[in-house]
């Protein structure tokens, strides 16, 4: 069946360093999401990407899904302590499943 | 315009008792959600309706119950809490035809 992996589990940064979080599949995905949970907060949904190679950009979030649409990365530049909480993938079959998420403390 | 609510924020539970969790929302969509977060497991989802008067399960619905009898409103219910079903519970809403989804802010729930 089908496997999504995100990686890492956990990332702790120094304010103003870069994090880059992954969600990896096994078999080819029709979409993916990306969603942000601050710490007792609820996920709240980031973007959405559909097109093989897509890259999106939001302020110093960058969003890309892979060639082969089986894997997609978050990227962060400079890191600020407001972008603490878990990043969590999502990537739809018939119906949404989401990925284990990546959690970031970021140390000012 | 509230968004997606979520009744109550908490709750602790003795191991046998009953109880219903209740979201609603005022955005006029289709879809809900019932999930389940526990630490190192991200989301799980336990039931959700494409509409009022269907449900359909997820990957972990044992032990729960839903219904949804009007398109606002979408019920979780657990007839015999057990302590595995401590968790925090969130449920999502989302437009037909789109797989972008809208939480609720979560009812943490511990059963004894």
């Known amino acids: 069946g089908q496997q999504v992996m995100q990686i890492p589990q956990y990332q702790h940064v120094q304010e103003g360093e870069d994090f880059t979080t992954y969600c990896n599949s096994s078999?080819?995905?029709?979409?993916i999401q990306w969603y942000k949970q601050r710490p007792g907060g609820h996920p709240v949904f980031l973007i959405q990407?559909?097109?093989?190679?897509e890259v999106k950009k939001q302020k110093r979030l960058t969003f890309q899904f892979g060639e082969a649409k089986k894997n997609s990365s978050l990227h962060i530049t400079a890191t600020q302590t407001t972008d603490v909480g878990t990043y969590f993938c999502?990537?739809?079959?018939?119906?949404?499943?989401f990925g284990t998420g990546t959690r970031l403390q970021v140390f000012p | 315009n509230a968004g997606v609510t979520q009744t109550p924020k908490f709750r602790v539970l003795k191991t046998g008792q009953s109880m219903t969790l209740l979201c609603a929302q005022d955005?006029?969509?289709?879809?809900m959600y019932w999930y389940r977060q526990d630490p190192g497991m991200g989301l799980r989802l336990i039931h959700y309706?494409?509409?009022?008067?269907?449900?359909a399960k997820g990957e972990v619905p044992d032990g729960y119950n839903v219904s949804r009898l009007k398109k606002q409103n979408f019920l979780l219910g657990l007839e015999s809490a057990a302590p595995s079903q401590t968790s925090v519970y969130f449920c999502?809403?989302?437009?037909?035809?789109?797989?972008?989804?809208?939480f609720g802010p979560g009812t943490r729930l511990t059963v004894l």
């Open positions: 999502g990537w739809n079959t018939d119906k949404l499943i």
């Open positions: 078999t080819t995905l029709s979409n």
């Open positions: 990407l559909v097109k093989s190679g």
């Open positions: 955005m006029n969509h289709e879809y």
């Open positions: 309706s494409v509409g009022e008067g269907t449900t």
């Open positions: 999502a809403t989302g437009l037909a035809g789109t797989d972008t989804q809208y």
